[in-house]
């Protein structure tokens, strides 16, 4: 059974601020993992998708890297702003195709 | 967001009557989902849809039904709302193969409370 877990739950920094966000899974059988940002009372808004032979994309100041073996991705934002304060969350596919496992998401707050 | 959209954006209710949630989609996508999100627990998956009239049940089914008769609307219904059933409902859509899913896009929430 896939398991994704988040590292660490909450993370606050000051402006300016480089900083790594960690996603960890079980099963390295995936086909993508997907990175989404969620402001409070809102929906998820999808950030990067890495497809299994990929192994990283970019967007911006963000950068995600995916490592299969390690059961890894990471997401790196530069520069961070005040507003990218919100919950971050990675996703993998399941065992089942249609169905996608959700970490636990880490909370960022980056003081002005 | 963009091509897909939830209605009610926010409803109460009583225990015990039943509840319609509507997801409609733009984007002629195949797959749709349902999730529900709450604190401590994060997304977990109600039912899914991988076609008109093809459905299947995710990890928190009990106490919900789903159809779906169109490409476009995928509707989730509570049959008898309970307080445990208080949370956010999101809608979800993607389009892939059997082998691959090319990713997720969400809806924005529906908030509901059960009194």
């Known amino acids: 059974k896939q398991e994704v877990t988040q590292i660490p739950a909450a993370l606050s920094v000051p402006e300016g601020e480089n900083l790594v966000l960690n996603c960890s899974f079980t099963d390295s059988a995936i086909y993508n993992l997907q990175w989404f940002r969620q402001d409070p009372g809102k929906g998820l808004t999808s950030l990067l998708l890495i497809q299994s032979s990929q192994r990283e994309q970019t967007s911006g100041r963000l950068n995600a890297s995916l490592d299969k073996s390690s059961g890894r991705s990471t997401l790196y934002i530069a520069a961070s702003q005040p507003g990218d304060s919100a919950t971050y969350l990675c996703a993998v596919p399941g065992t089942s195709y249609d169905k996608v496992i959700f970490g636990p998401g880490t909370s960022l707050s980056v003081i002005p | 967001d963009a091509g897909i959209t939830q209605s009610p954006r926010h409803k109460v209710t009583e225990t015990g009557t039943p509840v319609t949630l509507r997801c409609h989609q733009t984007?002629?996508?195949?797959?749709m989902y349902w999730y529900r999100q709450d604190p401590g627990h994060g997304l977990r998956l109600i039912h899914y849809s991988y076609g008109v009239k093809d459905t299947d049940k995710g990890e928190v089914s009990d106490g919900y039904s789903v159809s779906r008769s169109k490409t476009e609307d995928f509707l989730l219904t509570l049959e008898s709302a309970t307080s445990s059933q208080t949370s956010v409902y999101f809608c979800?859509?993607?389009?892939?193969?059997?082998?691959?899913?090319?990713?997720?896009?969400f809806g924005s929430g529906t908030r509901l409370t059960v009194v």
């Open positions: 979800a859509i993607s389009e892939g193969t059997t082998q691959a899913n090319y990713g997720y896009t």
């Open positions: 984007e002629n996508h195949r797959y």
